[in-house]
């Protein structure tokens, strides 16, 4: 899909927790967030997707993976601790309550359910493409 | 007049110290405390709940650590903290997910 629609320029992605694993999962949401404060938010997302015995799901795992990123270990684990990010991730959920998201992986595009598979989206994705170029050119007179 | 508000200031204060009870305490030390994750999603459904109800529901987009991804399949790609491409893309894909 990134290669399809995302390197081509038609779309751009966004990742969002939807955390529905309780508390493991909220923390894992939380120290991406705080990595991403110091510009590792896709290293610590991709750590924690292919963490299949889930030792980054830990603190102390959160903070050895932020020492191999080498981020500054004292703001990440203050952040981790603090729960800085927490109302940020409450408006995740939020929105995604807002889009009726019940399950996770969920996806939208424009904001409407995408289709099921990969071939689907790619339609669905230059189709709204299309049309956002139509409404721009008719716009513009 | 003025000992028409000593109730209502009775109540404020006890309002507040109860409220300082419940979001106070120490920091967790995040080694996976599934009981008190379960008392703070809790709290979060109740307060998403209460913020749903208020109309404030709403995503916004922290414009930290943007740059170009150096690694893996999206290599070469701007991003935006959790968003990664052309912001100028007329399409936006939003993917929901959790971690396990």
Do not use: K
Not at chain 1, 132 to 140: D, L
Not at chain 2, 32 to 41: F, I, L, N, P, Q
């Amino acid at each position: 899909m990134i290669e399809e629609v995302v390197r081509t320029g038609l779309a751009r992605y966004e990742y969002r927790h939807f955390i529905i694993f309780g508390a493991v999962s909220q923390f894992a949401a939380m120290a991406t967030e705080c990595a991403g404060d110091q510009g590792a938010w896709w290293e610590f997302h991709d750590a924690y997707l292919l963490d299949a015995q889930a030792r980054s799901f830990t603190r102390a795992g959160a903070i050895e993976l932020a020492r191999d990123e080498g981020l500054d270990l004292a703001r990440f684990t203050q952040c981790i601790d603090d729960e800085e990010h927490r109302e940020r991730l409450l408006q995740m959920q939020i929105q995604a309550r807002a889009d009726g998201v019940s399950g996770t992986p969920t996806f939208r595009i424009n904001g409407a359910p995408a289709a099921r598979s990969l071939s689907g989206i790619i339609d669905q994705v230059q189709a709204a493409a299309e049309a956002a170029e139509t409404a721009e050119n008719s716009e513009g007179g | 007049m003025r000992r028409a508000l000593w109730p209502v200031l009775l109540i404020a204060g006890l309002g507040l110290l109860l409220s300082a009870c419940g979001s106070g305490g120490a920091p967790d030390d995040g080694d996976d405390d599934a009981s008190t994750g379960t008392v703070r999603s809790e709290r979060a459904e109740r307060e998403a709940s209460i913020m749903q109800q208020q109309g404030q529901v709403e995503v916004s987009d922290a414009a930290e650590g943007d740059g170009v991804i150096d690694f893996g399949h999206r290599e070469g790609l701007p991003y935006t903290r959790n968003v990664v491409g052309d912001p100028d893309a007329p399409v936006l894909i939003v993917e929901y997910s959790d971690f396990q």
